[in-house]
């Protein structure tokens, strides 16, 4: 482990070099910033990794069939299990896919579930990512630093390889493949996560294309490759649903395929993740998994959400007001730690206004109890610190499900902070999982 401490600075600048960045938006600019990268590796045991991969599996199978569920037969909808409120207000329920299964029944091919460990070593999920969740490339390259800075840390240590994650997700492409190449669409090189579309196009084998390179004719997209047109049969698209297609979308967009929605529904190509997966993963519809878990797999949850509250609901509206001081407040339709409140860190003028704005829109907001989750060491002048850090897993769905035995830990770079997106300035390390 000294030597890969040893080597931070160097990794680092290696990182920097591949272009390893995020984007953030502060005092209503937006900035690109490298993505800092600590050497404590995070550690999971064997027995550990067991239980994260039943529950994780089972967690994602009942988001994919209340996928299917909601844009086909609704029966949970009718049956009152999720009420229609929360099934279909969110802005990530999209009417266009109503009626349309996607190639195998799949909607979420590559989940993002961030998790956290309480103090007393029991996890938690905080939330689900089923759009378009990122991160995989940066355990990934930094595994692959640390290896060539320090190859013997490997060789003595019984890490299981996080290699693979190409293969899989080059599986997880080819099992929905409706005939021909596979493709990685970008948004361009300004993406602020342009670096991981191009490292995972080159992790599987993909064609990264942006939109002017594909094209669609006939229902069927096309790649405008050198020796002529290719047809395109899966798309693991890294842009968000209203920029997808302008004639179905935002007419403004101009980095989506105009009119491969059609050809999505027509059968002839596979969009990874499928249109429309926001509806199950706001914060709202989060409150309802355990539910889902139940009603579809007839088990009881293996994996914990944190301790939730709906100011939906009257009983628990009553509650939040009442403890708004102790709790965090969530806005449903924000991502990347925006929209997150500690009702603590409020004034009692801004916690009135917070408590005013929750009356009047209760189907906004979700409220937690406040977790104190596990401190991992982090590399700080020359010696160690504890932070806040928490874990994305990544799930792929394919001809099964499978959960990737590496992951993103996100950390606080902040000592009095719990939010640790890499948009709010934190930092990343490996995740070892261990072989036994």
Known sequence: MQELIAHRDSINRQLARYGVKFGIYKNGSFQERL????PLPRIITAEEFATLDKGLVQRVTALNLFLRDLYGDKKIIREGVVPEDFAFAGSGYLPVCDGFTPPKGIYSHISGIDLVQGKDG??????????IPSGASYPLIARELCRRCSPATFRSNDIVDNRQYGSLLRGVMD???TGGINVIFTPGRYNAAYFEHSYLAEQTGAVLAESGDLFVENNKVYYRGQQGPEQVGAIYRRIS?????????LPESLIGIPGVMGAYRAGNVALLNAPGNGAADDKGIY???PKMIRYYLG???????????LPFYEKDRSYVLANLEKLVVKDVAEAGGYGVVFG???????LADLADLIKREPRRFIAQEVIDFKDLPITENGGEVPRKADLRAFVLAGAKTTVWPSGLTRFSRDADSFVVNSSQGGGFKDTWVLSH
């Open 175 to 177: 099992n929905v493949n």
């Open 299 to 309: 088990e009881e949850p293996i994996l914990h959400n944190a301790p939730t509250y």
């Open 344 to 350: 603590r860190d409020l004034t009692k003028e801004k």
């Open 35 to 38: 993505f800092p990268f600590d």
């Open 287 to 289: 409150y309802f998994v």
């Open 122 to 131: 029991g996890w938690f999920i905080l939330e689900d990512n089923l759009r």
């Open 241 to 249: 649903d209203e920029y997808l297609d302008p004639t179905t979308f």
